[in-house]
């Protein structure tokens, strides 16, 4: 994310998670919306990531971006929100992206049936923008399982795209 200012081992701060809640707060709410199963729960999500965050600040290592550490707070948060009956991601669900990014509803579907960390992934991705390093911190797994998720998860949609035409 750009306006990630603290790099690694550098200090993190108050005004610098409320910087990153300002300037990111709605990719984080659309990931979130996403995952915890409608935009109440993504609210609460989001809200709830950044005070675990604040909270714990003191144990933040210094290890990876502050924004890296935010995105698996938020992350975690949405999991939890979500009602352990939401197993799969509903189409109405990904609802939340505004007017010019919105899918059709067959894409949204085939996104929906994706495998979890495929379709964090490709939230990660192209709705925060992240690169594949942070990718693979958020989700803690190496950088090459975040292109092989990822290219697994655009076989896949292609795959079922050209089924559906």
């Known amino acids: 994310m750009a306006t990630d200012r603290v790099s690694t081992g550098e200090p993190a701060s108050a005004d610098k998670l409320e910087q990153l809640y300002r300037a990111g707060f709605h990719q984080y709410l659309r990931v979130a919306e996403a ?6 729960s993504g609210l609460d999500a989001v809200q709830e990531g950044f005070a675990r965050a604040l909270h714990y600040l003191g144990d933040f290592r210094g290890e990876a971006r502050l924004s890296t550490w935010i995105w698996a707070c938020v992350i975690n948060a949405a ?3 979500r009602r352990p009956s939401e197993l799969r991601l509903e189409e109405e669900e990904m609802d939340t992206a505004t007017a ?3 899918l059709s509803p067959a894409v949204r579907g085939l996104i929906a ?3 979890e960390r495929q379709r964090l992934a490709l939230f990660l991705r192209y709705y925060a923008d992240m690169d594949y390093r942070a990718i693979a911190a958020v989700l803690d797994v190496q950088v090459g399982t975040v292109g092989a998720t990822l290219n697994k998860a655009h076989a896949s949609l292609r795959r079922q795209l050209e089924e559906v035409s």
Request: hydrophobic share 25%; net charge negative.
């Open 79 to 81: 999991k939890t929100a």
């Open 113 to 115: 049936s994706l495998p």
């Open 100 to 102: 010019e990014d919105r």
């Open 35 to 40: 995952i915890a199963g409608g935009p109440e």
